[in-house]
Every structure is written in structure tokens, then in C-alpha cells.
């Protein structure tokens, strides 16, 4: 009896100790570093020269911490209640999302300087109409990656056609990774813009996505470019910034809107409700938004910033300079990614696409 | 004789963490893995009953398509793997015994180097303008660029690379130890080469080729990081499916349940093929 | 010697000539455009020690590679540990025998329903992903190889060691420390390489029980891999491989001297 007691007691012991050990973060968390601010952003978004010019100059340390999607930072955000994080960088539809569940802390205007440089045709859309709880970062619009060697004997139109129409495709493709986007881009060409969807025109664009796989070379929002420049595919649907790296080095890269329409991104900065350093993020703001780091950011990564004091700074080619300085009317014939299905259509269907097994919707509804 | 007292039980509490935490960290996450996978909660997060909902969603042919994928991919890896490796092993464990350790080593180097880079290495090479390419169109032999990756032909060169010093080195050590007599007599009672191999060297070195064989297979199945980088990421497994609702929201327990089906397909299908192994391997007489 | 047929040696030698090239070509061709000035596609220009300057000032990098150092280095040192222990109490008499099968399962199960399975243990414990639950995840796969190797090795020390020294007086503890691990010393060494090599080129596990603020060099690689194809990763693999081939050589070293299992 007594063995079973002290071999009890010694199990309880080690369990004590180990769950210490794995709360210990939990505990720590908020005695970690008061001089510093941890940022929640995607991996190729904040210029590592920029970030680390700024601690240099302020001495408030910078932790920077990577999602690769919007829905991956909702979920952790929703997960730890906004705590952990000061600053974060979501999507157009995302702050949407996060303004619903209340993750955002509204912004002290007073402290940003740079408000009066921002482009005004960034501000007040859907997601954020008084842009209460965001900053427009950057934008970057969708369109076609194109070789131009390839279709030097070939007509071009620029058309969503090009990635899906079969009477057209005789080339590999490269297509996007994003299945809201697949999806929306997919609904766009065959209905143009439309919100809700009937269950035969789901179906429909399910086949059509089938339809296209066998002309996907990789399904990749990230190497667009390099698929252009290695000439492996003569067309990629891609966003303007991944297009932008790799056109400044290899001539033969071009890039199109399709004539139809496009669609447009827009990253924003927040802070996470839970964040008690906004002294320390607004000055962080203050040093992103100025003329040099909007140029830096525009030379590194290739989205077009939202701040309009630093063009002469940036190296602008034509079509660059044409976008940038789009009309308000232009502007205005860009959509929004949006969620076209729920959830677990949209997920469906990329199975399907991607599993090489076709199967009626029709049928199971 | 011992006496039993408190104190003779020390080296149980100072032996006793490592089944703690194998407990803890290993059994506990899995039995909850299969246990949350048979719950249902309703939107409120108030506990409704148990139901096989989340498994009957996956019933479908695009789902169980991936299943199969996965289970080809397994498959076809495990047998190129064996048919490389095993002429290899039976090369360095009979012929080659001066230069075994220095093959060795040379195997265990990229073995022992992060699988990613050579997925990077493989680039180069399967590139338009890669190594192959530029080999192939030096000697001739193709006057345009052959596109070799983002296909399934990349995939398995990536897979095999990765995998075969797996099924290698418990093939090899099971053969080091072979007593080379036995060959050397069957060779004396007047059988041929293939008569030996089949019926004295692969029955006896049997328990190495199945270690081998798993050792590759069952890893094999979860891969989806190559097919993604290799394959253009075309084709789903798996480990896809699975990353994409275990790191999606409110999807966590479906991936769980997906998870815990595809174990059983891989177990029956584990089974199934250790007792084919098993019956190909045996010697008798009438069989090929 | 095994009576030699000609035409079954060519094969052999042919099979084991194109294994290796099948091995070491893309190493090479990876090392030789590390020393390439101009990025990929573009063809041999000239040589340049550029990209390992630029390797050696990448500050996320190194943090990557610090991390997954840690990482490594704990989960090696606590599944030795664990092991050791585990051993000592099998020393002392204890009936471990029916706890070993335990072990087993953790390389049998394919690496992805493990960090699933962690995946999902974390979060309903509510327990804070990042370096500490990735120590624990490579652990577990760290106690996979320890504990079976290292009991297997013990069980065929020869006892009449240990005996001895009982009877010429020393205390169980004394005998296991001075006479006992001794013996284990290769078996220990050698499985901590594995394990070490095993828990910093890992991928699987650093993917799913991360979280957000362990970056770990296979992490890394893989962001890179997936945006911009850029000759420092060449660097880095050069530096890595140079790396891999110490650790091997020493586990070489190990297993010609002693016999490790």
C-alpha cells in the first residue's frame, strides 16, 4: 500500500513539474521585454533593412513573428484572444472579420503623422469605413504574369481567357494557391461580378477548375515570378508584387490587367486589442510610413504603398506609374477578394480539383 | 534479500519520468486525437453525443481519392526504394567489406543533411535550364528543354533521394550479418545465382526487408511537403488534406477525424501488405 | 569468398556507380552554383564568395539556426537523460521490460498524425505553442531511438562486470556511474547524434507545433523555398553539409572503435 502511495506521490511530482515547464510561457509573457513590440505579419511583407534601421534609431526592439495566411492569423489571434501580439497585418476581408469578433483596437489618429500622405482612394472601404481600426499598408492588384517571347508570333489578349478558356490554352499555366481566390476568379470569368451563387453555377465552376488542372503547371501565389523568368510557364495569374521582383531583371517578364476586370488587395496595419504598447507601435507607424521606407518597401518587395509622397523616390516604369495614379473611376472597377462560398464549399471543391476525381454536385445536394 | 522500504523505491521515482512523458506527450494526445475525433459539439460548445458525422464526411470520392494517392505514392516509393537499395546493400554487405564504412559514410552524409536543401539541390538539376537539361542537349541526345519537375516523375526522384537510406541500412545490417557459408554451399549443390537469392538470401534476410520496407512505406503515406515542392503542389495527400483543416478554423476536429481514418487505411493496408511480403519472401519450391 | 560471377559484379558495380552519381549530382551541382555571381537560371558567370558574405550577415537565419540549435540540443539532452535514467532504474532490478514496448510506437507512427495529435493535445490544454512544446515534440521522437537502443544495448553488457563490482563493495549508484555507463558510452553517443541530426533537419513537427514565434531553420528554408530562389540557401546548404559530414565522420569514429548495436 505504501509503494503505491510514494510511487503516486513521485508520478504526481514529475507531472507538476513538467506542466510548470509548459506553462511557464503563459506565465512569463508578461514580463517578456517592456522597450520592445511584437509584430504578427506575412514573411515578405516588412523590409528586414527598414525594421532594423528603426530599432537602431529608437532603440525598441522589433519581434517579428510569420502566418502565410489570413486565416491562420485570425485563427491564432482568436486562440490567444489578441494577447501576445502589438501589431498585425491582415487583409482587406480579414479586418472585417476581426472588427466582428472585437480583436481590434481602435486607432488614436493624433499620433500618426503621416495620415495626410496616404492615398485617399485606400481609405474607407468596406471592410473599415472611417478606417477606425486600420491603415491602409500597401496594395497590390491581380493580373496576368505573361512571357512576352512566347507570344511574339501569338495574339495576346489581355483576358481572363488566357488562363481559362480551353480553346485558347496550349501552354502550361501557373495558377493561384488561394482556393477563395481559384474560386472567385473562377465565378468572375464565367459570371462576372456576382455574389450569390446558385448551386448549377457552383457546379459549374467547380468543372471549370477541374477543367483547368491539366493545364496547371504549379499551383503557387509565391513563384509566380520565378516561373516566368525560368520561361516555364508562358502564363501565370499572379499578384503585381510578385511580377514586380522579377520584371526589373528579366525583360522579357511583362504583366496585364485582364480587360474584364481585377481584383485588388489591400494590406492593412492594426493593433490587437489586447496590446498595451500602442505608444511604442505608433512610432513604429510613424517610421513605416515615411518617404524612404515606402520607397524601400516598393524597391524590395514590389506592392505599390499606400502613402503618396515617395513616388519621386521610386523607380516607377510606365504601367507602374499608370496604376499608381489610377483614377478615382478606375479605381472604383476593382473588386475585393471576398468569400464567394462558405467555407467548406470552397474547400470542397479544391479537393476535388486537386484529388483527380470528378463527381457531380448536383447529386449529393 | 531486499528489504522493501520507501527508500528501495528511489530508482523507480528517478526512472519513472521518461514513461511519464512518453505517456503524457505521446498516448494521451493520441487517444484524445481519436477520441475528439467521434465527438460532436454543437455551436455553443456544449457537448451533443457521439456520432461517426465527421468520418461519413470524408465518404466521398474526391477524399478517399486522396487516401489512394497517398497509398500509391507510399507504394511505389517502397518498391523503387528496395529495387535500389537492396542490389546496394547486397553489394556492400558481400562484395565490398573493405570499402563498406566509406560507402556508407558517403550515404549517410546527404542522409544526415536537411531534406529541404536537397529538395532546393534537386531544382538545379530537373530545371529547364537545370543540369540535366544542359547535360542531355551538350550529348545531343534532346535539342529542347525537357520539362522534369512539377510532375509526378520529380516527385518520386525527390521521394526515392530522401527515403532510400531508410530501407538501405536495416537491409544492410541484416545482411552484414548473413553467414556468407550458407551461400557458398547452395552455390556448391550446383544452384544458380537466382535460385540462391530467392531462396536462401531474401527468406533469411526476410526480418530486414520488413523493417525496410515499413520503415519507408508507413512515413511515405504522410509525406506532403515534396509532392507540394516537387509537384507543383497539383495533387493532394494525405498530409495536405490534413494541414489544411487542422491549421484552418473551428476544422481542427475533422482534421482530426480525417487523421484517425486514414491510419486505418494505412494499418489494413500495412497488414495486408506484410502478409503478401511475408509469403513472397518464403522458399518454397513451386512458387517463382 | 563468395564464388564471383562477372557479369553479376559489372551490374553491381554499374548499380552502385549510378546510386552515388544519383546522389551526389544535385549536391554538386548545388555546391558549384554557390560560388555562382549570378542567381539562378542564369548560367556560370564568375566566381564569387558574395552569397556566404550574404549568408553570414542574414540576421533571421541565424536566429532560425540558433533556434533549431537549441531545440536540437535540448531534446538530445533530455531524451539522454530520460534514458539514463530509465536504465538505472532497469540496473537497480526494476522490471522495465513490460514499459519498453511503450516506446516503440513513437517511430511508427508516420510524423504527421504525431504533430497532429501534439497539435491538438496543445491546444485543448491551452498550452503555449513555441520553443518549449517544439522540445517536447523532437524529444518524444528523441526517446523513440534512445530508450529501445540504449536497453538493448545494456541488456547484452556482460553482468559479470557489474557483479563484480557489487561484490568488491561499491553501492549500486557508484557501480552504475563508474562500471555501467562506461560501457553505455558509444550507445549514448551515438544515439545523441541520431537524435540530435534527426531533431534539427526535422520539418513535420516543426510545421504544425511551432506556433508563431519558434522559427526554426527548416521553417526558414521553407519560406525561402516557397518566395525567392536565392544562391545564400546554396551557401547555407554548403555550410550545413560541411557541417553533416563532422558529425558523421565522428559517428563513424564511434561505431569502428566499439561495437554500438
Given amino acids: 500500500m505504501k509503494k503505491i502511495l510514494f510511487r503516486s506521490a513521485v508520478i504526481s511530482f514529475w507531472l507538476l513539474l513538467l506542466i510548470t515547464i509548459l506553462y511557464w510561457p503563459k506565465i512569463t509573457w508578461q514580463t517578456t521585454d517592456k522597450n520592445s513590440i511584437n509584430v504578427f505579419a506575412w514573411g515578405d511583407i516588412l523590409d528586414p533593412d527598414v525594421v532594423k534601421d528603426f530599432e537602431k534609431t529608437t532603440g525598441i526592439k522589433v519581434h517579428l513573428n510569420y502566418y502565410s495566411s489570413n486565416e491562420e492569423l485570425i485563427v491564432k489571434l482568436k486562440a490567444t484572444h489578441g494577447e501576445g501580439y502589438d501589431l498585425i497585418i491582415p487583409s482587406d476581408y480579414a479586418v472585417q472579420i476581426l472588427i466582428r469578433e472585437n480583436l481590434l483596437k481602435p486607432l488614436d489618429k493624433t499620433q500618426l503623422h503621416f495620415w495626410n500622405t496616404l492615398n485617399p482612394l485606400l481609405l474607407g472601404h468596406f471592410y473599415d469605413p472611417d478606417n477606425r481600426y486600420s491603415i491602409p499598408f500597401e496594395w497590390e492588384i491581380y493580373g496576368l504574369g505573361i512571357d512576352k517571347d512566347y507570344f511574339q508570333n501569338r495574339p495576346l489578349t489581355p483576358s481572363w481567357r488566357l488562363i481559362f478558356d480551353p480553346n485558347l490554352i496550349d501552354y502550361r499555366i501557373g495558377m493561384v494557391n488561394d482556393p477563395i481566390e481559384a474560386v472567385l476568379f473562377a465565378s468572375f470569368y464565367l459570371y462576372g461580378d456576382q455574389n450569390n451563387l446558385s448551386l448549377p453555377q457552383q457546379y459549374a465552376i467547380g468543372q471549370l477548375l477541374i477543367q483547368q488542372h491539366q493545364w496547371v503547371a504549379v499551383y503557387a501565389s509565391f513563384r509566380a515570378d520565378y516561373l516566368l523568368a525560368t520561361k516555364n510557364c508562358p502564363v501565370v495569374i499572379a499578384s503585381s508584387s510578385y511580377i514586380w521582383r522579377t520584371m526589373r531583371n528579366y525583360p522579357y517578364v511583362h504583366f496585364l490587367i485582364p480587360e474584364e476586370g481585377t481584383f485588388i488587395t489591400i494590406e492593412n496595419l492594426g493593433i490587437p486589442l489586447a496590446s498595451t504598447k500602442e505608444d511604442l507601435v505608433y512610432q513604429f507607424l510613424n517610421y513605416l510610413y515615411s518617404k524612404e521606407s515606402s520607397a524601400a518597401h516598393f524597391a524590395t518587395y514590389g506592392f505599390f504603398p499606400s502613402t503618396t509622397h515617395a513616388y519621386d523616390l521610386m523607380h516607377l516604369d510606365p504601367l507602374a506609374d499608370q496604376l499608381i495614379h489610377s483614377s478615382k473611376e478606375q479605381f472604383s472597377k476593382y473588386h ?6 462558405p467555407e467548406e464549399e470552397i474547400r470542397n471543391i479544391w479537393v476535388e480539383v486537386k484529388s483527380g476525381y470528378s463527381e457531380s454536385y448536383c447529386e449529393l445536394h | 534479500m531486499k528489504k522493501k522500504t520507501l527508500s528501495s523505491e528511489y530508482p523507480f521515482a528517478i526512472g519513472i519520468p521518461a514513461v511519464i512523458w512518453q505517456i503524457l506527450f505521446f498516448y494521451a494526445p493520441l487517444l484524445l486525437l481519436l477520441v475528439g475525433s467521434f465527438l460532436t459539439w454543437s455551436d455553443t460548445n456544449t457537448f451533443t453525443g457521439v456520432s461517426l458525422d465527421k468520418f461519413t464526411f470524408f465518404f466521398r470520392g474526391s477524399y478517399l481519392s486522396v487516401i489512394a494517392s497517398s497509398l500509391l505514392l507510399a507504394l511505389s516509393n517502397s518498391i523503387i526504394c528496395f529495387l535500389i537499395a537492396y542490389p546496394l546493400a547486397y553489394f556492400m554487405a558481400f562484395k565490398g567489406r573493405k570499402w563498406q564504412n566509406l560507402l556508407l559514410f558517403f550515404l549517410i552524409v546527404p542522409f544526415w543533411t536537411n531534406f529541404l536543401l536537397h529538395v532546393y539541390a534537386w531544382f538545379f538539376v530537373l530545371e529547364r535550364e537545370g543540369f540535366l537539361n544542359t547535360l542531355l542537349q551538350w ?37 552484414e550479418k548473413f553467414d556468407v557459408k550458407l551461400i557458398e554451399a547452395s552455390y556448391d549443390l550446383g544452384a544458380s545465382w537466382l535460385q540462391t537469392l530467392r531462396k536462401i538470401v531474401l527468406p533469411l534476410c526476410s526480418r530486414g526487408i520488413k523493417t525496410g520496407f515499413f520503415l519507408v512505406f508507413i512515413p511515405s503515406f504522410g509525406e506532403f511537403a515534396i509532392p507540394e515542392l516537387m509537384g507543383g503542389d497539383r495533387r493532394m495527400f494525405v498530409g495536405t488534406v490534413v494541414s489544411q483543416f487542422i491549421l484552418g478554423d473551428e476544422t481542427g476536429s475533422f482534421g482530426a477525424a480525417f487523421t484517425v481514418f486514414s491510419c486505418v487505411v494505412l494499418l489494413i493496408s500495412s497488414l495486408a501488405l506484410y502478409f503478401f511480403i511475408d509469403w513472397l519472401l518464403k522458399p518454397k519450391a513451386t512458387r517463382w | 569468398m563468395v564464388k564471383s560471377n562477372s557479369f553479376a559484379t559489372i551490374c553491381h558495380l554499374l548499380i552502385i556507380a549510378a546510386t552515388y552519381v544519383f546522389l551526389y549530382t544535385p549536391i554538386i551541382v548545388l555546391l558549384v552554383f554557390s560560388f555562382n555571381s549570378a542567381t539562378f537560371p542564369a548560367p556560370w558567370t564568375k566566381f564569387t564568395w558574395a552569397w556566404y558574405e550574404e549568408l553570414l550577415a542574414s540576421v533571421h537565419l541565424w536566429k532560425a539556426f540558433l533556434n533549431s540549435l537549441i531545440i536540437a540540443s535540448c531534446a538530445t539532452l533530455i531524451s539522454l537523460i530520460a534514458g539514463v ?81 557489487l561484490v568488491l563493495g561499491a553501492t549500486p549508484i557508484q557501480t552504475f556511474f563508474k562500471i555501467t555507463l562506461p560501457m553505455l558510452r558509444p550507445t549514448l553517443l551515438a544515439t545523441s547524434l541520431l537524435v540530435f541530426i534527426l531533431s534539427f533537419d526535422d520539418f513535420v513537427l516543426s510545421y504544425f507545433c511551432a506556433g508563431s514565434t519558434a522559427q526554426t531553420l527548416s521553417l526558414y528554408i521553407l519560406s525561402m523555398l516557397r518566395s525567392e530562389i536565392s544562391p545564400v540557401v546554396n551557401a547555407l546548404s554548403a555550410v550545413l553539409l560541411v557541417l553533416s559530414s563532422g558529425l558523421v565522420w565522428i559517428f563513424f569514429s564511434l561505431r569502428t572503435r566499439t561495437k554500438i548495436f
Fill in chain 1, 336 to 341: 475585393f477578394i471576398q468569400e464567394l462560398l
Fill in chain 2, 139 to 175: 550529348l545531343g541526345i534532346t535539342s529542347e528543354p525537357i520539362i522534369f519537375l512539377n510532375s509526378t516523375f520529380a516527385t518520386m526522384v525527390m521521394m526515392v533521394y530522401y527515403y532510400m537510406p531508410f530501407i538501405l541500412l536495416p537491409m544492410y545490417s541484416s545482411l
Fill in chain 3, 85 to 165: 535514467l530509465f536504465i538505472f532504474y532497469a540496473a537497480q532490478g526494476g522490471k522495465i521490460g513490460k514499459f519498453l514496448p511503450l516506446f516503440y510506437g513513437n517511430l511508427i507512427i508516420p510524423e504527421t498524425v504525431l504533430a497532429v495529435s501534439l497539435l491538438g493535445f496543445f491546444s485543448f490544454a491551452m498550452i503555449p505553442l513555441g520553443m518549449t512544446t517544439l522540445i517536447l515534440a523532437h524529444t518524444l521522437l528523441g526517446l523513440g531511438f534512445v530508450i529501445p537502443m540504449v536497453y538493448a544495448r545494456f541488456k547484452e553488457l556482460d553482468y559479470r562486470l557489474t557483479e563484480a563490482s
